[in-house]
């Protein structure tokens, strides 16, 4: 008997031993969140190519942030070590640079360390002077970190802000350093970089420049002492603890206007160098106007001043003298509705002339005009969108560019000549975009699609041969295709005839047979683009996040509503003046054709989004018609009159003129809202300020609405550190898992 038992036993626990290999193969296969949070399935990039002078070469860090290498353009190959931590010579020895800058003549290299983020672009840091040929290197200035230094046309003079004041330092004079400025203080005035509206929604961090010559420099002077001050509540916390904040809280408060409110006066000053002499220019500017960018010319009497009126549908580019402050108006352009930041973003210079992307014909095109303002010719032409302007080639008069020529989900790379003349660069379908040499002879081509991880090339700038391939990420698509879902496009037409895209992802083992739940992830917000052929489809690279859920037994899927990019400016901007109308119709309009499909159960659809997609799912929860069982909602905005002026005014104007716009918002329909909701915020959100999650909260509270919330300590609109983007991704997973298949997870 005893005998017996020890064999039933053995027996037992080899069965055991049998079953957890199965079960630990079978994990092996499956996605984890652990994996996911943890980068496991993102892809591998080529980072930080910078291309040289000489047309031929670019530089690049090296993966450990030790050495500064120079490479081919052609083969990718290593040329030379420019820098090396392990050789460079200085009084404070460095273990590591985190970022870097070249001098024109390529002689010097600024070497970023120490740095130090403060918005979404902007950061402070330690610079150090290196000379390339001796191999040493010395502080850029002994005062104190700094902001976004710039070296002059002739590479002999370091401009940088560092409290709110513009410096420079003559390399030629022992780098003897002088301050520009001197009324330069936080939370009033600002000298050479933007304050935080205009670097968010300018996409800018850096407002000064030197003039061709290096005679002059130019910047932006941005007066905000009358700027309402919003504030922070901050903790201890963890990831990092702030000790200080132990006993109390403590606060971080800074100059944000929302929608209606007083935003910073802005003037552009120049400085002459060798005088010291400053001026403000002539801009006819609007007393409440912006400047998003300024640029100096070729011509060193010529600086390129952009302006917009504050409802953002009137852009104008100025030729300003730095001396005579005079200013001549080159080019104006005007809409009815807004004008898209593509315009300003995309502007380039080349000798005297300049090119940038315009949607006047209904779609975003490149145009080409002299100095002097005059048009040239509108180089691209068609019913499609422009992606990107890459630049142009003096010696073949060719335009490099991307668009969505073949399809709005597909990027392509190519050129055209003077003439009209196309060619295509990428061969691929899908997602394209590229880095070109300043020869314009190459270009670093990236290029993915929705079942294929980024592969980067080196390419013939004139016929798109591959030279040389860098990065495959074939290891990658050998070890995630097999687990990711089954990923496919759709379209469909809404009750009211408009034609939508999306895409599915489907559980592997797929039975159309079964009822599944669905879940729809969106963004929404205008001009942005979710529904793409791309590795980038889904939260998380390769649709890893989608797939995980797939795994559990859900189908996803997303569809890219009215107001979003790449289909023309009248698809893009009919939700001017109503955001969250149209854009939760047609989430509705989504969840009832998929709940029409054989395989879905439309009494389980969820909905989710983060930023403008937290509002959305708000929004499409009480758009009035039930169709969504649960929904997620992070750092969702709750009210457009809580958002900065910027973003806010350009699709909505003001508070005041749109009154009947700005109460489209979630909380006004508090009272319609259908569905399990989660809400989820970070208390230190510098963009959506938690004030939306409490201000919709309480709204949900006083109509006697249920739901759910989660609150990220000291997090930012971002939500990580730490633990805290895993731990929010199982919180969404749980959530759904319950809510549409009554299964409870709290692990």
Not at 91 to 107: C, F, H
Not at 410 to 434: C, F, Q
Not at 722 to 728: A, E, F
């Given at each position: 008997m005893k005998r017996f038992l020890l064999l039933v036993a053995s027996l037992f626990m080899s069965g055991l031993a049998t079953t957890g290999t199965q079960m630990m193969a079978q994990q092996s296969q499956n996605i984890t969140l652990e994996d996911i949070a943890g980068g496991k399935y993102n892809p591998q990039y080529v980072y930080g190519v910078n291309p040289m002078k000489d047309g031929e070469s670019y530089t690049q860090l090296s993966s450990d942030?030790?050495?500064?290498?120079?490479?081919?353009?052609?083969?990718?190959?290593?040329?030379?070590?420019?820098?090396?931590?392990?050789?460079?010579?200085?009084?404070?020895?460095?273990?590591?640079?985190?970022?870097?800058?070249?001098?024109?003549?390529?002689?010097?290299?600024?070497?970023?360390?120490?740095?130090?983020?403060?918005?979404?672009?902007?950061?402070?840091a330690v610079y150090y002077i290196y000379d390339v040929q001796n191999k040493k290197y010395e502080p850029l200035s002994d005062g104190g970190p700094q902001q976004m230094p710039i070296f002059s046309p002739d590479g002999n003079v370091i401009a940088f802000v560092r409290d709110n004041n513009l410096f420079l330092v003559k390399l030629l004079f022992g780098n003897a350093e002088s301050q520009v400025t001197k009324d330069g203080k936080f939370n009033e005035v600002i000298n050479g970089l933007p304050d935080w509206v205009n670097e968010e929604e300018f996409t800018t961090a850096r407002s000064f420049d030197f003039s061709s010559d290096s005679q002059m420099l130019a910047w932006v002077r941005y007066d905000e002492s009358k700027v309402p001050i919003y504030s922070i509540q901050e903790f201890k916390g963890s990831y990092p603890t702030r000790q200080e904040y132990d006993e109390y809280p403590g606060a971080y408060n800074y100059k944000y206007p929302v929608a209606g409110a007083k935003n910073s006066d802005v003037s552009v000053m120049t400085f002459d160098i060798k005088n010291r002499v400053t001026r403000t220019l002539k801009v006819p500017l609007d007393s409440d106007g912006y400047i998003p960018r300024i640029h100096f010319t070729s011509d060193p009497t010529k600086l390129a001043v952009v302006t917009l009126n504050r409802h953002q549908n009137r852009m104008d580019i100025y030729m300003a003298n730095p001396r005579s402050t005079e200013c001549k108006l080159a080019v104006r352009e005007e809409t009815e509705k807004y004008v898209p930041e593509t315009a300003y973003g995309s502007l380039k210079f080349y000798g005297d002339h300049f090119a940038y992307i315009s949607d006047r014909s209904g779609y975003k095109h490149i145009y080409w005009y002299s100095l002097n303002g005059k048009m040239e010719r509108q180089v691209t032409k068609g019913n499609?969108?422009?992606?990107?302007?890459?630049?142009?080639?003096?010696?073949?008069?060719?335009?490099?560019?991307?668009?969505?020529?073949?399809?709005?989900?597909?990027?392509?790379?190519?050129?055209?000549?003077?003439?009209?003349?196309?060619?295509?660069?990428?061969?691929?379908?899908?997602?394209?975009?590229?880095?070109?040499?300043t020869s314009m002879k190459y270009f670093l081509n990236i290029y993915s699609s929705a079942n294929q991880p980024p592969v980067t090339t080196l390419r013939d700038a004139s016929t798109g041969k591959v030279l040389s391939t860098m990065l495959d990420n074939e290891k990658l698509k050998k070890e995630v295709t097999p687990l990711l879902g089954q990923k496919e496009f759709f379209t469909f037409k809404t009750s009211e005839g408009v034609e939508l895209n999306g895409w599915m992802i489907k559980p592997r083992d797929f039975d159309a047979s079964k009822h599944y739940p669905v879940i729809m992830y969106q963004y929404s917000g205008p001009g942005s683009q979710e529904v793409t052929d791309s590795w980038g489809m889904g939260f998380y690279p390769g649709g890893v996040f989608e797939s995980y859920m797939a795994q559990q037994g859900f189908i996803f899927a997303c569809v890219d509503g009215r107001g979003t990019g790449s289909r023309g400016a009248d698809f893009e901007k009919c939700t001017y003046l109503k955001l969250g109308e149209l854009e939760s119709k047609d989430q509705v309009e989504a969840a009832l054709y998929l709940g029409s499909l054989p395989y879905v159960d439309k009494d389980r659809i969820a909905i989710w989004g983060w930023s403008f997609g937290g509002f959305n799912t708000l929004m499409s929860m009480s758009e009035g018609r039930p169709v969504f069982r649960a929904g997620v909602a992070v750092a969702a905005p709750s009210n457009w009159k809580y958002y900065d002026t910027v973003y806010t005014e350009r699709y909505m104007r003001t508070p005041k003129?749109?009154?009947?716009?700005?109460?489209?918002?979630?909380?006004?329909?508090?009272?319609?809202?259908?569905?399990?909701?989660?809400?989820i915020h970070g208390t230190a959100d510098d963009n959506v300020h938690f004030r939306n999650f409490t201000e919709v909260s309480e709204a949900y509270v006083q109509a006697g609405k249920?739901?759910?919330?989660?609150?990220?300590?000291?997090?930012?609109?971002?939500?990580?550190?730490?633990?805290?983007?895993?731990?929010?991704?199982?919180?969404?997973?749980?959530?759904?898992?319950?809510?549409?298949k009554g299964v409870s997870n709290t692990h």
């Open positions: 942030n030790k050495q500064i290498i120079r490479r081919s353009f052609k083969t990718g190959k290593e040329l030379e070590v420019l820098f090396d931590v392990a050789q460079a010579r200085g009084d404070k020895k460095l273990e590591a640079i985190d970022g870097y800058i070249m001098s024109p003549d390529e002689r010097r290299i600024l070497l970023r360390t120490q740095t130090k983020p403060i918005y979404r672009r902007s950061y402070t499609y969108d422009v992606a990107d302007f890459y630049g142009y080639d003096p010696q073949s008069g060719r335009f490099f560019y991307g668009s969505h020529k073949e399809s709005p989900l597909r990027t392509a790379i190519y050129s055209i000549d003077k003439g009209g003349k196309e060619r295509k660069l990428s061969t691929e379908v899908g997602s394209n975009s590229a880095t070109f040499s003129e749109n009154a009947d716009g700005y109460a489209i918002n979630p909380i006004e329909r508090a009272a319609n809202l259908h569905g399990d909701l989660l809400l249920m739901f759910r919330q989660q609150v990220y300590t000291n997090r930012n609109h971002s939500i990580y550190g730490g633990n805290t983007r895993l731990h929010l991704f199982k919180t969404i997973s749980n959530f759904f898992t319950e809510k549409l």
